[in-house]
């Protein structure tokens, strides 16, 4: 046995309570040995007792304080089940969302989804109202546990939704964003910008003009766009104290923020805050913009936007330096575990995507999709469900468990439909 380092078995006790347990049974002993008749051979015993207890007593005092805290291990995290991903346009927030669908979906958690189309009312403000159900879907819980489709952030009604959520969401640079935004979104029709050169170029000579010339239900992603999605009004597009208080606001309220230049970095932070496994953030990339639909940008061109949309480069400059701080205090293995996570993404993609295959001009010309090997696992599959199949079918789901729980509802709606058409048979003749 090593000097200075206590047996085995003892080692699973603190310090401080060995201390006390070998006191305790020193003073058992004399005592034992003061008030009984005892023989040689015990009392040698009792004499080899004591002798280890004094050792032990030693040595337990010589441990110090780190390995106490060695000792006593903390208890493994819980994995994040209550999620609120904040959605915004043109991030790699789809694939966010897609890997977040798949946690969900693998463990059986409950979706908070929109009543109409795969998104909230992106004009208002995020409330219960627009729900496609105001309660979880049947079997799956009393609460509902994910809410990640694009909305309006709104934290009272959002907590009411999902309560005791992590809050995320995802941030590009605003030049890159915007151009992003622009493209996809074919902005040069609805501004009847077509047959121009550069049409973000000729935009951004007078974009107040246009957008008040040509309302469009995207126009809100045309200026500050993120900050817009995060609850901020554009009213005050130009008030530098309205935008620092919103962005400290949302520096207390939000967990993690993602950022698409950094997204593997962003993941393993997300990992990391969710107590989740590396198998939980591998991620298909959801197609790449069309060639069709990108612009050129010029240093020139780049200051123009930065200084049309001050308040989300305020927002990204100040979650920047947040993130970095975050990565640093993730400790001396994030290096190592990126690798990690990048060797297992790389297998994971190359497993699931036939890289010899790209649907080109695909969903309305906005993309280059990626195509899905043939026999793929079920992983990829879910991997490479969107957004809006995916809404449909939990829909569809919500509803067929709902018939199966109550039946007698159905028939009972079916039977006031039977009706109506009767009486309306009845009042035709």
């Known amino acids: 046995m090593k000097a200075g380092k206590p047996p085995s078995h003892w080692r699973c006790l603190s310090p401080r309570l060995f201390v006390a347990l070998t006191a305790s049974a020193i003073v058992a002993y004399l005592v034992v040995l003061y008030t009984a008749e005892l023989e040689p051979r015990s009392l040698k015993v009792g004499h080899l007792i004591i002798r280890q207890s004094l050792s032990a007593l ?56 929109p ?42 009604e959002l907590e009411k939704t999902v309560p005791d959520a992590k809050y995320i969401t995802i941030l590009r640079h605003p ?7 622009f493209g996809y979104y074919n902005f040069i029709k609805g501004l009847h910008l077509e047959g121009h050169v550069n049409p973000l170029e000729t935009f951004m000579k007078t974009p107040e003009t246009l957008l008040h010339k040509y309302p469009l239900s995207m126009n809100n992603q045309l200026r500050n766009g993120m900050m817009f999605t995060l609850g901020f009004d554009h009213k005050f597009d130009d008030n530098e104290t309205v935008i620092n208080k919103t962005i400290e606001r949302l520096d207390k ?4 923020v993602l950022l698409t230049e950094y997204y593997d970095e962003s993941l393993l932070l997300l990992k990391e805050l969710m107590c989740w496994e590396i198998e939980d953030i591998l991620y298909i990339p959801k197609g790449y913009r069309s060639q069709n639909r990108r612009y050129e940008m010029s ?8 200084k049309w949309n001050r308040a989300d480069e305020r927002l990204y400059d100040h979650f920047n330096r947040t993130f970095w701080r975050k990565v ?31 649907k080109q001009n695909a969903f309305g010309g906005r993309e280059d999709a990626l195509v899905m090997k043939r026999n793929s696992s079920h992983d990829c599959e879910i991997s490479f469900m969107r957004v809006g199949k995916f809404h449909y079918k939990m829909q569809k789901e919500m509803r067929t468990r709902e018939k199966e729980r109550n039946p007698e509802s159905q028939t009972s709606v079916k039977g006031n439909i039977r009706n109506r058409i009767k009486r309306g048979i009845g009042r035709s003749l």
């Open 58 to 113: 030693i040595l337990g005092s010589q441990l110090n304080s780190s390995d106490e805290e060695t000792m006593a291990t903390e208890p493994p995290c819980e994995p994040v089940h209550q999620i609120i991903f904040i959605k915004t346009h043109k991030t790699a927030s789809t694939t966010t969302n897609t890997l977040i669908q798949r946690y969900g979906m693998k463990h059986n958690l409950s979706f908070a989804l």
């Open 115 to 156: 009543a109409g189309n795969q998104l909230f009312n992106e004009a208002k403000l995020y409330s219960r109202s627009m729900l496609f159900r105001r309660a979880p879907q049947p079997g799956s819980g009393d609460i509902f546990n994910i809410l990640a489709n694009h909305m309006r952030y709104n934290r009272p």
């Open 175 to 181: 030049v890159t964003k915007f151009e992003s935004t």
């Open 253 to 256: 309220e939000l967990d993690l």
């Open 299 to 306: 240093d020139k061109l780049a200051q123009k936007i930065l």
């Open 328 to 358: 640093e205090e993730y400790g001396p293995n994030f290096g190592s575990d990126l690798d990690e996570f990048r060797r297992t993404q790389k297998q994971f993609y190359d497993g699931c995507v036939d890289n010899e295959k790209l």
